[in-house]
C-alpha cells in the first residue's frame, strides 16, 4: 500500500486560517463538489429530481443554502452542487445515480479551492476584489466573477459578514495572496466595535 | 458601456469579451455543392456598417452565456440583448 498523505489546495496538511482583527480568510477543505448539466429535453425532468434534492432550483444569479447537499446556478440549466466532504466524498456518483439520463454530472472537487471569508470587513474587502454589488447581494445571492483574473464564484451565506469564495484550484496560491495582500491593506482601526456599519 | 444581460440583468461591457458579427451562428451546411464558397463568405466576408449591427458578446467574467447584442456601432446605443442559444434555436440550429 502506498503511504499517501492527503494535501490541501494550498498544499498543507491542515487547511490554512489567516486571522486578522477585521477579517478571517479560512480555507475550506471540507466540501465535496459536482457540476450537473441538465440534458436537452431533460430539463424538467433534472428540475424535478433537483428540487427534491435541495428543496428549490436555484434561478440566475442565486443558491440554494440547504444541508446536505447545496447548489448554486453557474448558467443556463447548469449548477453547481456541494456537500460535505467527509460525508460526501462519492457525491459525483451519488448525483449520478439520483438523476440518471436527465442530466450530465462531472466531479469538481479537485478543481476548485474553497475559502471562507468572515468579519466585519468582509463588504469592504470583496469591493477591493471584484465587481459583484456586495451590499446589493442578499443571502444565497451567487455570482460569478473575477479575482484577480481568475475566474470565482463568490456566494453570500446566512451570516451578514461571511463571503465564499470559489476560485480555480491550480491557482489557489495567487488567489489565496490576493485575498491576505486585500485583508492586510485594509484599515484595520476602522472596523471597532464603534465603527459605522 | 453597460450590457443588459437577459438573465443577470445590467452589467459592465469589461465583464464580456467581444467577438464579431452575429452571423457567425449561421454556419454554411458541409456538404452543399457550394460549400467551398460558402465557408470562404463565412469565414472572411463581413459587413462594417456604420450603425445598428448585431454581435456576439461572450460574459467571460460571469456566467459564460454567448449573448446576441443589437448595438449602434456609431452611438453604442444597445437596443436587444438576447441568449445566442435562443436566437440560434429559432434560426433551427442546435435544436
Same mark, same amino acid.
Given at each position: 500500500m502506498h503511504d499517501l498523505v492527503k494535501q490541501t489546495a494550498l498544499g498543507g496538511t491542515e487547511p490554512r486560517v489567516d486571522k486578522y482583527d477585521h477579517i478571517t480568510i479560512s480555507e475550506n477543505d471540507g466540501l465535496s463538489l459536482a457540476s450537473v448539466a441538465a440534458r436537452r429535453g431533460k430539463e424538467a425532468d433534472c428540475h424535478k429530481l433537483l428540487k427534491k434534492l435541495l428543496g428549490a432550483v436555484p434561478g440566475p444569479g442565486r443558491a440554494q443554502l440547504h444541508d446536505p447537499e447545496a447548489g448554486f446556478w453557474m448558467g443556463p440549466e447548469q449548477w453547481m452542487i456541494g456537500a460535505p466532504s467527509e460525508s460526501h466524498e462519492d457525491l459525483a456518483e451519488r448525483l449520478k445515480g439520483l438523476l440518471g439520463d436527465a442530466a450530465s454530472v462531472t466531479e469538481q472537487t479537485g478543481a476548485w479551492v474553497c475559502f471562507d471569508v468572515i468579519g466585519p470587513a468582509m463588504q469592504d474587502m470583496c469591493e477591493r476584489l471584484c465587481s459583484v454589488p456586495i451590499r446589493q447581494m442578499q443571502a444565497g445571492d451567487a455570482q460569478r466573477t473575477v479575482i484577480h483574473h481568475l475566474g470565482c464564484f463568490v456566494i453570500r451565506r446566512t451570516a451578514a459578514d461571511h463571503i465564499r469564495i470559489l476560485g480555480p484550484r491550480a491557482s489557489a496560491g495567487s488567489l489565496h495572496h490576493a485575498l491576505v495582500a486585500t485583508a492586510q491593506a485594509l484599515d484595520t482601526g476602522s472596523y471597532g466595535s464603534d465603527a459605522p456599519a | 458601456m453597460i450590457i443588459n444581460h437577459p438573465l443577470l440583468g445590467p452589467r459592465d461591457s469589461a465583464e464580456f469579451t467581444y467577438l464579431g458579427d452575429a452571423r457567425l451562428i449561421d454556419r454554411p451546411d458541409w456538404q452543399s455543392q457550394t460549400a467551398a464558397r460558402d465557408f470562404y463568405e463565412y469565414g472572411y466576408l463581413r459587413e462594417n456598417p456604420a450603425g445598428w449591427h448585431e454581435e456576439l458578446w461572450f460574459h467571460e467574467a460571469g456566467d459564460r452565456s454567448w449573448l446576441v447584442v443589437t448595438r449602434? =456601432?456609431? =452611438?453604442?446605443?444597445?437596443?436587444k440583448v438576447e441568449m445566442a442559444r435562443d436566437v440560434a434555436r429559432k434560426r433551427g440550429r442546435s435544436t
Open positions: - | 449602434n =456601432t456609431v =452611438t453604442h446605443e444597445i437596443s
